[in-house]
């Protein structure tokens, strides 16, 4: 079994679409980003990657790489899960927590669980999607951007 912990952050930016978990969110703007800037999927990335001792999301996604700009992060989870599965691993469970003060993530956590155990191959019992706020405290407490946490469980592929 091994672990990984991943983090992520983004501005809002207005005219833009926001993507949390691979589903669209409506009523906010989306968030400034490269690629399309799902938090969430990038958080779940970067925990992925560490658990398989992979570097981090900068190391295979870079800003400066033109191929990578307005992608979904759905692209990015399928990608890092190649890198993964090629190490002889695969994802077992997934624990998220959001952090936003704007928009109201209840409505949209299923869907996001749902997307999630979709794109890892998962049981939709093997995701959790957890939502808070900042406390009107910082950048996020000012309704600013948003953050994301996950953590990622491997095991040994066929284990």
């Not at 672990?3 to 969110?25: N, Q």
Request: negative net charge; glycine residues 12%.
């Amino acid at each position: 079994m091994r672990v990984g912990i991943g983090y992520d952050v983004h501005p809002f930016e207005p005219g833009r679409t926001l993507v949390l978990g691979g589903v669209k969110v409506e009523g906010s703007w989306g968030l400034r980003g490269h690629s399309d800037a799902d938090a969430l999927l990038h958080a779940i990335g970067d925990a992925l990657l560490g658990a398989a001792a992979l570097g981090d999301l900068g190391d295979h996604f870079p800003d400066s790489d033109p191929q990578w700009k307005d992608v979904p992060s759905a692209v990015l989870i399928n990608e890092i899960l190649a890198k993964v599965r090629a190490r002889g691993l695969e994802p077992c469970h997934v624990d998220a927590t959001v952090v936003a003060e704007r928009p109201r993530l209840a409505p949209y956590r299923s869907a996001m669980v749902e997307r999630i155990a979709s794109l890892l191959g998962l049981e939709t019992s093997a995701v959790n999607v957890k939502a808070t706020t900042h406390e009107g405290l910082g950048a996020l407490g000012r309704g600013e951007g948003i953050a994301a946490m996950a953590v990622a469980s491997l095991r040994e592929a066929g284990a």
